[in-house]
């Protein structure tokens, strides 16, 4: 009656070894590391070979590591404390940048578990932690949305100049003052001609007549749609840029988020560094599409010293130099959308660039002029330039679609896109708060959050072992596997867990006992009512179950709902308690009773249980 069969004991022992398992790193700790990732856009990080590099630097050095670690972006190297990893970071900088002024890689400090090689195999890796457990930086960006609308004014103003000289409408003047564009003419029949133009090809502006002496004047504005658009625009492009730049930093499980209208959230749990993540988060770059000057021996010229004028040299991807012509022809400002993919003649990897209405006008103009010429592809950034990609004009090319292909294979397509398409900020940003939190005060806050968790555990096992004897016991064990179980989890899943979440941790023991609470009052409620105590064992976890089920079920859509609608650390709180419901369901049933058939199952004759005293009526 009491027995399970082998196979679902096998199932319990089988998941209760895997938490173990996957509990075991988080006892290791972290330990000092030196992270080398590459610095700038177009520079692809050789992962094998970093390694061999970084390896040789710290040989040379005379500085000893405990293991050099490789993912897609970066390599690392760990040490057993803070003066080597100091020592350590200046050699390999040195390796890597000899030129300090224009640094080809990020050297980071950086923190790495310290778990030993054969968890980390089976990708047995610690939860994240969060600011407040780990220690970081924390900053608060303002993000200019007035320069987004002024840059967004001023290419309008162009694109307007553009538009009235293809459609053959005389003006006195374009140009910006304040919040609008003003246009200027001498007649009214062609300010409203000029008026009926605009309208029919932009929508984004709204337009006013007026006059300023003897000129007729109309006033272009954005419309409050557009603006607003311009402004979601900006926020999710600095965002998706700040993905891109904290990657150079290693962090795990940045939080970047949105705050109000204008502002933007960075936290960077273990960061070291502080000066390199201001450094990183305050770059700012621009997109530039250039003509290749291929005047015979003006190359050679430039390799020689004598640049010509209105050109610049650059080196290609590949290490080929590459004379450019100053003047742009176009910005990152047209670009509204870049995915890689392929050409549908050769089948090769391509890059798909779309550009806005104006764009494609200008580029269309550009590529019918410059057939079977080069054009350069230039990410502009502290005032240094890189080749993209540099390929050469077959066509025209109209209709705002633009294909780039030639020797490229399938990852630099994608990474190609994904430079063009979030190279740059979409609005300047200034730090206008910077926390630091030192990892001093983050163990702290492990500790005590640790000894609030550890005690209450301790509270809850004196009372069920005083209360229940025996099945008490059981609970306690029951109990401890549902935390096993929990943490297990969010090291799978690789989850930041914070002050809130370990609250949600104490909380979801208080409640997990409960579930063994029900069990052991059912039981004690069928030995009141004259059951044997194999009976009342079986009935009580039993008719248990609903009330169990019931109870979790409904505790379970209150914590869906805050990962829902919750943000910050009401999510963080939300994730912790959804898993431990789940946890303590299977450790709470299946656990506690796969250890009392174990006590009980096998005794047939069994006269009572050792569940505390079974009030009776009339005794």
């Given at each position: 009656?009491?027995?399970?069969?082998?196979?679902?004991?096998?199932?319990?022992?089988?998941?209760?070894?895997?938490?173990?398992?996957?509990?075991?790193?988080?006892?290791?700790?972290e330990?000092?590391?030196?992270?080398?990732?590459?610095?700038?856009?177009?520079?692809?990080?050789?992962?094998?070979?970093?390694?061999?590099?970084?390896?040789?630097?710290?040989?040379?050095?005379g500085?000893?590591?405990?293991?050099?670690?490789?993912?897609?972006?970066?390599?690392?190297?760990?040490?057993?404390?803070?003066?080597?990893?100091?020592?350590?970071?200046?050699?390999?900088?040195?390796?890597?940048n000899?030129?300090?002024?224009?640094?080809?890689?990020?050297?980071?400090?950086?923190l790495?578990?310290?778990?030993?090689?054969?968890?980390?195999?089976?990708?047995?890796?610690?939860?994240?932690?969060?600011?407040?457990?780990?220690?970081?930086?924390?900053?608060?960006?303002?993000?200019?949305?007035?320069?987004?609308?002024?840059?967004?004014?001023?290419?309008?103003?162009?694109?307007?100049?553009?538009?009235?000289?293809?459609?053959?409408?005389?003006?006195?003047?374009?140009?910006?003052?304040?919040?609008?564009?003003?246009?200027?003419?001498?007649?009214?029949?062609?300010?409203?001609?000029?008026?009926?133009?605009?309208?029919?090809?932009?929508?984004?502006?709204?337009?006013?007549?007026?006059?300023?002496?003897?000129?007729?004047?109309l006033?272009?504005?954005?419309?409050p749609?557009a603006?607003?658009?311009?402004?979601?625009?900006?926020?999710?492009?600095?965002?998706?840029?700040?993905?891109?730049?904290?990657?150079?930093?290693?962090?795990?499980?940045?939080?970047?988020?949105?705050?109000?209208?204008?502002?933007?959230?960075?936290?960077?749990?273990?960061?070291?560094?502080?000066?390199?993540?201001?450094?990183?988060?305050?770059?700012t770059a621009?997109?530039?599409?250039?003509?290749?000057?291929?005047?015979?021996?003006?190359?050679?010229?430039?390799?020689?010293?004598?640049?010509?004028?209105?050109?610049?040299?650059?080196?290609?991807?590949?290490?080929?130099?590459?004379?450019?012509?100053?003047?742009?022809?176009?910005?990152?400002?047209?670009?509204?959308?870049?995915?890689?993919?392929?050409?549908?003649?050769?089948?090769?990897?391509?890059?798909?660039?779309?550009?806005?209405?104006?764009?494609?006008?200008?580029?269309?103009?550009?590529?019918?002029?410059?057939?079977?010429?080069?054009?350069?592809?230039?990410?502009?950034?502290?005032?240094?330039?890189?080749?993209?990609?540099?390929?050469?004009?077959?066509?025209?090319?109209?209709?705002?679609?633009?294909?780039?292909s030639?020797?490229?294979?399938s990852?630099?397509?994608?990474?190609?896109?994904?430079?063009?398409?979030?190279?740059?900020?979409?609005?300047?940003?200034?730090?206008?708060?910077?926390?630091?939190?030192?990892?001093?005060?983050?163990?702290?806050?492990?500790?005590?959050?640790?000894?609030?968790?550890?005690?209450?555990?301790?509270?809850i096992?004196?009372?069920?072992?005083?209360?229940?004897?025996?099945?008490?016991?059981?609970?306690?064990?029951?109990?401890?596997?549902?935390?096993?179980?929990?943490?297990a989890?969010?090291?799978?899943?690789?989850?930041?867990?914070?002050?809130?979440?370990?609250?949600?941790?104490?909380?979801?023991?208080?409640?997990?006992?409960?579930?063994?609470?029900?069990?052991?009052?059912?039981?004690?409620?069928?030995?009141r009512?004259?059951?044997?105590?194999?009976?009342?064992?079986?009935?009580?976890?039993?008719?248990?179950?609903?009330?169990?089920?019931?109870?979790?079920?409904?505790?379970l859509i209150?914590?869906?709902?805050?990962?829902?609608?919750?943000?910050?650390?009401?999510r963080?709180?939300?994730?912790?308690?959804?898993?431990?419901?789940?946890?303590?369901?299977?450790?709470?049933?299946?656990?506690?009773?796969?250890l009392?058939?174990?006590?009980?199952?096998k005794?047939?004759?069994?006269?009572?249980?050792?569940?505390?005293?079974?009030?009776?009526?009339?005794?």
């Amino acid at each position: 009656m009491n027995r399970y069969p082998l196979w679902k004991n096998l199932l319990i022992g089988i998941v209760l070894l895997w938490g173990l398992i996957y509990t075991l790193p988080n006892f290791y700790g972290e330990v000092p590391a030196v992270q080398v990732s590459s610095g700038k856009a177009t520079l692809k990080l050789d992962a094998t070979a970093t390694m061999a590099r970084v390896e040789e630097s710290l040989k040379a050095a005379g500085i000893a590591h405990d293991g050099l670690f490789a993912d897609l972006t970066s390599v690392r190297a760990r040490f057993r404390d803070t003066d080597t990893q100091l020592k350590a970071k200046d050699a390999i900088e040195k390796t890597f940048n000899p030129d300090a002024a224009d640094p080809s890689y990020v050297v980071a400090l950086n923190l790495l578990s310290a778990s030993p090689q054969w968890l980390t195999s089976i990708h047995a890796l610690p939860m994240y932690l969060g600011l407040d457990l780990r220690g970081g930086v924390h900053f608060l960006l303002q993000v200019d949305m007035k320069g987004a609308v002024t840059k967004r004014l001023d290419a309008t103003a162009g694109d307007l100049r553009t538009l009235l000289r293809d459609k053959n409408v005389r003006h006195a003047g374009i140009g910006r003052e304040g919040a609008a564009v003003v246009i200027k003419f001498r007649d009214t029949e062609t300010q409203a001609r000029a008026r009926s133009v605009i309208s029919a090809a932009n929508n984004d502006l709204q337009l006013v007549e007026g006059q300023d002496g003897a000129d007729y004047k109309l006033t272009a504005s954005l419309t409050p749609l557009a603006q607003k658009t311009i402004q979601e625009f900006a926020i999710r492009q600095n965002i998706s840029t700040l993905h891109n730049r904290i990657n150079e930093l290693g962090v795990a499980e940045p939080v970047i988020q949105q705050q109000g209208l204008d502002r933007i959230v960075v936290q960077l749990p273990g960061v070291q560094d502080v000066a390199k993540a201001k450094d990183i988060l305050g770059r700012t770059a621009t997109l530039e599409i250039r003509l290749v000057d291929d005047t015979p021996g003006g190359l050679e010229a430039a390799l020689q010293g004598n640049v010509p004028p209105g050109t610049e040299l650059y080196t290609e991807r590949g290490g080929n130099p590459l004379l450019v012509k100053k003047q742009v022809v176009l910005t990152g400002e047209r670009l509204t959308d870049a995915q890689p993919g392929f050409d549908g003649q050769t089948h090769e990897a391509a890059v798909h660039l779309t550009l806005d209405s104006a764009g494609a006008r200008i580029f269309k103009d550009i590529t019918r002029e410059n057939i079977n010429k080069r054009m350069a592809i230039l990410l502009i950034e502290k005032g240094k330039g890189e080749v993209v990609t540099a390929p050469v004009i077959r066509a025209e090319i109209g209709g705002g679609r633009v294909q780039i292909s030639g020797r490229m294979t399938s990852e630099e397509a994608t990474d190609t896109a994904l430079l063009l398409r979030a190279g740059s900020l979409a609005a300047p940003m200034e730090i206008i708060e910077e926390r630091t939190i030192g990892p001093s005060l983050g163990a702290e806050n492990i500790s005590k959050g640790f000894h609030s968790t550890l005690w209450g555990f301790v509270a809850i096992a004196i009372f069920m072992c005083a209360y229940y004897m025996l099945f008490g016991l059981v609970s306690v064990l029951a109990l401890a596997s549902n935390l096993l179980l929990l943490v297990a989890l969010l090291s799978l899943l690789q989850a930041t867990l914070t002050l809130p979440g370990i609250a949600a941790i104490a909380l979801t023991l208080g409640m997990a006992i409960d579930a063994n609470v029900l069990i052991n009052e059912r039981i004690r409620e069928e030995l009141r009512n004259g059951s044997t105590p194999q009976a009342a064992i079986h009935a009580g976890y039993d008719r248990a179950f609903d009330t169990i089920l019931d109870s979790n079920v409904t505790t379970l859509i209150a914590g869906i709902a805050l990962l829902v609608f919750g943000s910050g650390p009401v999510r963080g709180f939300a994730v912790v308690h959804c898993l431990g419901i789940l946890t303590s369901m299977f450790s709470a049933i299946l656990v506690s009773r796969g250890l009392v058939n174990m006590i009980y199952g096998k005794k047939r004759k069994l006269e009572k249980l050792a569940i505390g005293q079974v009030w009776k009526p009339g005794i």
